[in-house]
């Protein structure tokens, strides 16, 4: 059995994850145009009509913009919580009846050697979630957008072989710049996005024995820098007692380029 995935765009201008088996293919969220979407495929060497379907966290645009092009282009099923559906369903155009699918928060969905498992998180969209890939033993957890990790994400998502893993923010570089305070208050609040220090904070309680690669992710444009947050969580976590750099690995996502395609 084999399971491979790559983070195709990562960050407040768009994001998409791609996940496969031998037999079945995901997209979760398509938050960039269809033609960027389709750019992306080609540099992994994988084509959209191929996805089993599209899997939706929340409907803010940076998640959904491409959703209802490709799905209408390819006819592909799209899974999303119900409020989920409500909320863009006038933002995404028409989508034929027979492709669209519920897929509630804190439930299971099974296809074939896959379970992929649903959890919510704490972000200003009607009924975020995000999901857990799980094949045999190995296990991949995306976990974005969120302002803070709670015990019960933690009991979902511990001891991932793989996270990709929201690293939004720098705490001063977001104080000190250019956003309107109401906007600052936003990102820092239990409703927004986990800052460097935070992420790597509740890293440390969710790394097991299987963890060997970490994917920082949806960093902000004016607010971080991949350095940035690479240095700031692999300094956190190794004050922790944490190996980075032989026990597990910190790699970068982007926004316009796709993470090389692995496996798990």
């Given at each position: ?91 995404i155009g028409v989508v034929p009846v027979d492709q669209k699918f519920t897929f509630e928060m804190e439930t299971v969905k099974t296809f074939g050697s896959l379970d992929i498992e649903s959890f919510g ?138 993470t090389p395609l692995a496996a798990v």
């Amino acid at each position: 059995m084999s399971l491979h995935f790559s983070v195709l765009a990562s960050g407040s201008t768009g994001n998409a994850i791609y996940v496969e088996t031998d037999n079945h293919s995901f997209l979760v969220d398509a938050g960039l145009s269809g033609k960027q979407m389709e750019a992306l495929f080609q540099k992994i060497d994988r084509k959209p009509e191929n996805l089993d379907g599209i899997l939706v966290t929340h409907e803010h645009t940076d998640h959904i913009k491409g959703v209802g092009i490709l799905a209408r282009k390819y006819k592909l099923p799209i899974y999303a919580n119900e409020k989920t559906w409500k909320a863009m369903d006038g933002l995404i155009g028409v989508v034929p009846v027979d492709q669209k699918f519920t897929f509630e928060m804190e439930t299971v969905k099974t296809f074939g050697s896959l379970d992929i498992e649903s959890f919510g998180v704490s972000h200003d969209a009607v009924e975020p979630m995000f999901y857990v890939f799980k094949q045999g033993k190995k296990k991949i957890v995306l976990i974005t957008d969120t302002g803070y990790v709670s015990d019960r994400m933690k009991g979902i998502i511990s001891n991932a072989d793989v996270f990709i893993f929201e690293s939004n923010h720098d705490v001063q570089m977001l104080r000190m710049g250019k956003y309107p305070w109401s906007i600052k208050r936003r990102i820092l609040s239990d409703v927004g996005h986990v800052s460097n220090e935070d992420a790597a904070i509740a890293m440390s309680d969710v790394i097991g024995d299987s963890t060997k690669r970490i994917y920082l992710a949806h960093l902000s444009l004016d607010n971080n820098m991949k350095d940035l947050a690479r240095m700031s969580v692999a300094q956190t976590l190794e004050a922790q007692g944490m190996g980075v750099g032989h026990q597990f690995e910190l790699f970068d996502t982007d926004p316009k380029i796709p993470t090389p395609l692995a496996a798990v």
